[in-house]
């Protein structure tokens, strides 16, 4: 089965962590800070933390943003549930917001008639690698006195109006799982343009503690003392991993290239079918393409799935409608609140899409689509 995406490893990424392998630090040690300031000089923005997970970086990001009981984060439906996920574990209320019907992205319109005054985050994510509408959503949250998030899980490498994902909004997450543009097989990433927040966000991933001198309640406790001030996790992405990351950020160019290419090879091959939806991408945007998200009309998404499946390609379906879990269903959120999502969820099928696909693999997938809907 072709799979719709799959990591690059090569001979280097191999020898790499073979060598932390047998180095002295297997965690907290060289590695991590060496790909953090890797990672900095991609996104233009320091300090960075390293995280465990994506999902991971999503909770640090929320729990160093304060978010907590009383508070609304507003986000998009079409998403990974760990977007809406984690900032309900905190105790706040998640408000679905729509999203524009070109990128799948959040509609500042609509976050705009979600906004209270109980608002503390607007959280977007960059679907499929296309970065959400910066400069209008952070306008928006900012004149409510919120924060924006961006969930950058699809977008590592892509850019808006020249300037890096991660340099974008308030604070910025990554995923480094291996379907996504760049592995540590689990890992994940929090930037941001504020110190409190990164602060609070580092020593959240370490189980709150502090040990800087300076902020120590009881200083002449002893050279031994740490102290915690506020609750956290073990969310620390060891030197094994991060040296998988650093080895396979070089190539992260010739990842989007080859994205690029395989992304314009399906436009061309299903251009021009009236039965058909393809990717749009905005003026200024330079997406990093982590998906390619078909649509196709008139209730045929299920059968073209099964189609390609039956033909051993791995289509995927990003995302049902968050708000459509059961755990959220629970909770009274009900289908239909957000009707241009719903629609997209109703006609997607993300196709295959990897730097290692082969072109004969991506001209087998469109002629297997031409050839369902009969063009
Ligand atoms: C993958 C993903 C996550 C979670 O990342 P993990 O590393 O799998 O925990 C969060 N948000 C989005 C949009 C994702 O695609």
Request: proline content about 6%; charged content about 20%; glycine content about 8%.
């Amino acid at each position: 089965m072709l799979p719709y995406g799959r990591q690059s490893i090569d001979e280097s990424d191999i020898e790499a962590v073979a060598a932390v392998m047998r180095s002295d630090w297997l965690t907290t040690g060289p590695a991590v800070t060496a790909f953090e300031g890797d990672l900095a000089r991609i996104f233009g923005v320091s300090p960075v933390v390293s995280v465990s997970s994506g999902t991971a970086a999503l909770h640090v990001a929320y729990a160093a943003m304060g978010v907590g009981a009383g508070d609304e984060v507003i986000t998009t439906p079409l998403t990974f549930i760990a977007t809406a996920s984690c900032a309900s574990l905190l105790g706040a209320t998640v408000v679905f917001a729509d999203i524009s019907e070109d990128t799948g992205n959040l509609d500042p319109n609509a976050v705009s008639a979600a906004m209270t005054n109980r608002t503390k985050v607007v959280a977007g994510v960059d679907y499929a690698g296309h970065p959400i509408d910066v400069t209008a959503l952070a306008e928006i949250a900012h004149a409510g006195g919120a924060l924006l998030l961006e969930d950058a899980a699809h977008s590592i490498g892509g850019s808006l109006d020249g300037q890096p994902v991660g340099s974008l909004a308030d604070v910025t997450t990554f995923s480094f799982f291996p379907t996504k543009n760049l592995t540590t097989a689990e890992g994940g990433a929090v930037v941001s343009l504020h110190d409190d927040v990164i602060d609070r966000a580092v020593r959240f991933r370490s189980i709150g503690l502090v040990r800087d001198p300076a902020m120590l309640r009881s200083p002449d406790e002893g050279p031994w003392h740490q102290e915690v001030h506020a609750f956290g996790l073990n969310y620390r992405l060891p030197d094994l991993l991060c040296v998988l990351g650093s080895s396979q950020l070089p190539r992260l160019p010739a990842f989007k290239a080859r994205r690029d290419a395989i992304t314009a090879r399906y436009n061309a091959g299903l251009a021009g079918i009236d039965e058909l939806r393809l990717p749009s991408c905005r003026e200024g945007a330079d997406p990093m393409w982590h998906l390619y998200p078909l649509r196709i009309r008139d209730g045929r998404r299920r059968a073209l799935f099964e189609h390609l499946r039956a033909n051993d390609i791995g289509a995927q379906v990003n995302y049902l409608p968050v708000y459509r879990h059961p755990v959220y269903a629970d909770l009274g959120y009900r289908p239909g609140m957000c009707p241009v999502a719903e629609e997209y969820y109703a006609q997607e099928i993300s196709l295959p899409l990897f730097p290692t696909l082969t072109d004969v693999d991506v001209d087998r997938v469109i002629a297997l689509i031409r050839g369902f809907v009969g063009a």
